[in-house]
């Protein structure tokens, strides 16, 4: 697997990386380099200038893409398409390491993360929200006594 360095660097000679930072843990590395390749290659194609990247984040457990797009709806609307498709396959790829993994909360922080990167009293995300209903549920039930 690579290392950190090498897939940041690795990023950084895609054009539309050149002056980005990673707010994230480069376990999602492969979707972002597919995400920048693919983007890159398509405003090529069609000449159409670079997205300028405003912000790539982590943000409660998966990845947020923000780029300024100057093109038409057409070209706009298939390139956020691939952004959100980005951001969705995140959510089930670690962030640290990049194999498969899941949201949890974990800790008071939501994030994806494989068996060896979340703690053993890490919740789901479904059983976290099914148990935050329950507690809700409950509350506005006695609320109501
Ligand atoms: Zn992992």
């Not at 950190?4 to 707010?23: G, M, P, S, W």
């Not at 693919?38 to 982590?58: A, D, F, G, M, Q």
């Not at 995140?90 to 494989?114: F, K, Y």
């Not at 976290?128 to 809700?136: C, G």
Request: charged share 30%; aromatic share 8%; glycine share 6%.
């Amino acid at each position: 697997m690579l290392g950190e360095d090498i897939k940041y660097r690795k990023l950084k000679t895609l054009e539309i990386y050149r002056t980005a930072e990673f707010e994230c843990k480069l376990g999602w590395f492969e979707i972002l380099y597919d995400l920048g390749q693919k983007i890159t290659s398509y405003c090529n194609h069609h000449s159409l200038s670079l997205p300028l990247v405003i912000r790539i984040k982590e943000k409660f457990g998966v990845l947020r893409v923000q780029l300024r797009i100057d093109a038409d709806k057409t070209h706009s609307d298939l390139m956020r398409k691939w952004i959100k498709m980005a951001e969705t396959d995140s959510s089930v790829v670690c962030e640290q390491c990049g194999e498969s993994g899941i949201l949890v909360m974990d800790g008071g922080r939501w994030h994806t993360a494989c068996k060896n990167h979340r703690s053993p009293d890490s919740m789901l995300a479904v059983d976290f929200l099914a148990k935050q209903k329950e507690v809700r549920e409950r509350r506005e039930q006695n609320g109501n006594v």
